[in-house]
């Protein structure tokens, strides 16, 4: 537990506006995170100005209250200098940390800015210590877990990590894995990876029902257990939630934490008015993986929170205390002082007084006058030597310049910012033809001829296969058994392994098997492909987000997906038990059917888990001028429900170049 802590966790709290910072500071946060206006996954929220969160950062500060910002989107080659520009910006405003979610933008932070402490974005699938080791490599300091995570895992996740972990216990919850969801992508052309999610798992499948729409989760229930494991920062969800839900949910978790208890039936009250779904769930953190955790916002819901109090703005206050010094013929002297802080200015010279000299009373009066600023006076000692004056607006101008210099000293200092050194180099472009198929009896002849590289899941690997692909997460708890197959795949021949996560390269190469970099790892730039090729991923496959150009401004020694329905979701819950049983679910015949009638495979992947699939494949047999216009030449094929002859079928589309016959979805130019 070497990044973990004993001591009580911090609270995290949203912000999506100014209105709803104030409410989290009045309801007792210890840190806030928000986005700026640009590159954060609440890209719909108020959000702050630069110069709206230079404001933010000094009146949180005064408060003894952290900001994080986030910069907690993938981004492309061309945003790149934004999204530092972005981060030197927030350096320079006093943010106590970034929340970062693209592998070569932290990277790029990194070497620009070393001073700025970096978090990984829960973006970035962090499930276990393995990647807690790796990020503390990379120069970070704490880690945002899946939301997914159970209780035991947690446990081992704390036992392992050498960083802070940070977890969210209340708010809204994505069906989908964090950082893996490409359903509003694909479907919607509203990337979720970039703040632009339209929410599809909130729309009903098949007979009007919502499988994939989730409660709220709320772990108030467990927060004795939370501390006692050691969690770092307990994190509520909410930046596009108003205020009145922030001063209310924060309130409850700040009584929870300093009282070291679960919640009491009024108290989860007051948190169902907030905002619910019809109530809450904790499924994930219990082991309790089933339709119980399914739920929607009803009328009676909103009409709970209509009901709520409104909030009237941040009444908080900062005790500090004041002394003074006026004598004559010595500068006037104003000490703040809060905690162990304090600071001193100096005035202007008291004069004799002609008629009406000053008095003690007059002098605290003046000074105590704190107005709009987060502080109150709550003790003041004054040296005055008698018969002297001061006019009040000298007075006055000594309590502006205090105030200032106790804002300033609450402030980090000044960050240095190093000139940035792109990657450089472009590896050699390569021609090489790889193929994922979800079982065995899908590998034809013909496939076995036409492919290099053939890869299998990892848990159906056999011969027939070069290498395995990893279960998009591996928690802790499954290593033992992951590493076990790994070595019975070498054992029968397996050279390679598609990682799509770096918390499970370490096991890839304690067994020996050469990393493939995957899709999953979202790269959406240079930086970020170098950075994955730095660790010995070869050929990592790009982003099927990205667009022509986009794969080609990244250039060589990468992979793109050029066939194949793309993996929409991955759930931690098995949908497609709930909706057939399991044998319906092992057939392979599970699918989820939306309003307008497109059909959404689902299949089983590793232990219980679902990976939902696209409708349509993306194809590109006959675009193969374009593929190479734009220097789209190593080709990756990724098959899941196709037959044998279906396969050998789409193997000669790409032959020939002729099309497919059917609907397809076409990489974008």
Not at 395 to 403: C, E, G, M, T, W
Request: proline share 6%.
């Amino acid at each position: 537990m070497n990044g973990q802590t004993r001591k009580k966790p911090e609270l995290l709290c949203p912000a999506g506006s100014a209105l709803a910072l104030d409410a989290a500071i009045e309801g007792g946060a210890d840190a806030v995170y928000l986005g700026g206006t640009a590159m954060n996954a609440r890209i719909h929220a108020g959000n702050f100005t630069p110069e709206a969160l230079r404001e933010a950062v000094k009146k949180a500060h005064a408060y003894g209250v952290k900001i994080y910002l986030t910069l907690n989107t993938l981004v492309t080659d061309y945003e790149l200098p934004a999204f530092l520009e972005a981060a030197y910006d927030a350096a320079s405003a006093g943010v106590d940390a970034l929340i970062v979610a693209d592998a070569g933008g932290a990277m790029a932070i990194r070497r620009t800015i070393p001073g700025l402490e970096l978090h990984a974005s829960t973006q970035m699938s962090g499930h276990n210590g393995e990647m807690a080791k790796l990020l503390q490599s990379l120069g970070f300091s704490r880690m945002v877990a899946a939301r997914e995570i159970s209780e035991e895992n947690l446990k081992l996740l704390l036992q392992n990590s050498p960083i802070e972990t940070e977890l969210f216990v209340h708010g809204a919850l994505c069906v989908c894995h964090s950082g893996q969801c490409l359903f509003s992508s694909m479907v919607g052309g509203r990337s979720g990876n970039r703040g632009e999610c339209a929410q599809p798992c909130r729309l009903p499948y098949g007979k009007g029902e919502y499988p994939l729409s989730l409660k709220d989760l709320s772990l108030a229930n467990h927060i004795p257990k939370l501390i006692a494991l050691g969690v770092a920062s307990l994190k509520i969800e909410g930046r596009m939630k108003s205020p009145e839900y922030v001063r209310d949910v924060t309130a409850v978790f700040r009584r929870l934490l300093d009282e070291n208890r679960a919640a009491n039936a009024g108290e989860m009250q007051i948190l169902t008015d907030a905002f619910s779904r019809e109530g809450f769930t904790d499924g994930y953190f219990t082991g309790n993986l089933n339709a119980s955790m399914c739920g929607v916002r009803r009328e009676a819901d909103k009409e709970s929170s209509r009901r709520v109090i409104s909030f009237a703005g941040l009444a908080k206050k900062v005790e500090i205390g004041l002394s003074a010094k006026l004598w004559q013929n010595e500068p006037a002297t104003l000490t703040l002082q809060k905690g162990n802080l304090s600071v001193t200015v100096a005035g202007d010279l008291p004069q004799p007084a002609k008629t009406a000299p000053l008095s003690k009373e007059d002098v605290v009066r003046s000074l105590s006058r704190m107005g709009g600023t987060p502080y109150r006076v709550a003790s003041a000692q004054i040296d005055l030597e008698e018969g002297i004056m001061l006019p009040v607006s000298r007075l006055n101008d000594l309590r502006r310049r205090a105030v200032e210099a106790l804002d300033k000293a609450q402030m980090p200092p000044e960050r240095k910012r190093y000139p940035m050194e792109w990657a450089t180099g472009t590896p050699e472009i390569s021609e090489r033809r790889t193929a994922r198929f979800y079982n065995p009896e899908q590998i034809t002849k013909t496939a076995r001829t036409y492919f290099e590289r053939i890869f299998l899941p990892l848990d159906r690997y056999t011969p027939l296969a070069d290498g395995v692909v990893l279960p998009a997460v591996i928690f802790d708890g499954e290593l033992p058994a992951v590493r076990r197959l790994l070595q019975a795949a070498k054992a029968q021949g397996a050279r390679f392994a598609l990682v799509g996560n770096l918390g499970h390269l370490a096991v890839v190469r304690e067994v020996g098997l050469v990393p493939v970099g995957d899709y999953r790892l979202n790269i959406t730039n240079r930086e970020s492909a170098a950075f994955y090729r730095s660790l010995g991923l070869e050929e990592p496959i790009l982003s099927p987000e990205l667009t022509l150009p986009q794969l080609r401004d990244i250039g060589g020694g990468t992979a793109a997906i050029v066939y194949g329905r793309i993996p929409l979701m991955t759930l931690e819950r098995c949908v497609s038990k709930e909706a057939g049983g399991c044998r319906l679910c092992e057939q392979g015949r599970a699918k989820l059917t939306d309003r307008k009638g497109a059909s959404f495979p689902v299949l089983r992947e590793w232990e219980h888990r679902n990976i939902v699939y696209n409708s349509l494949p993306t194809a590109m047999p006959d675009r193969q001028d374009q593929l190479a216009k734009y220097r789209v030449t190593a080709w990756h094929f990724l098959f899941s429900v196709e037959t044998p002859d279906e396969v050998d079928a789409i193997i000669r589309a790409y032959q020939t170049g002729a099309p497919l016959g059917q609907p397809v979805r076409r990489i974008g130019s």
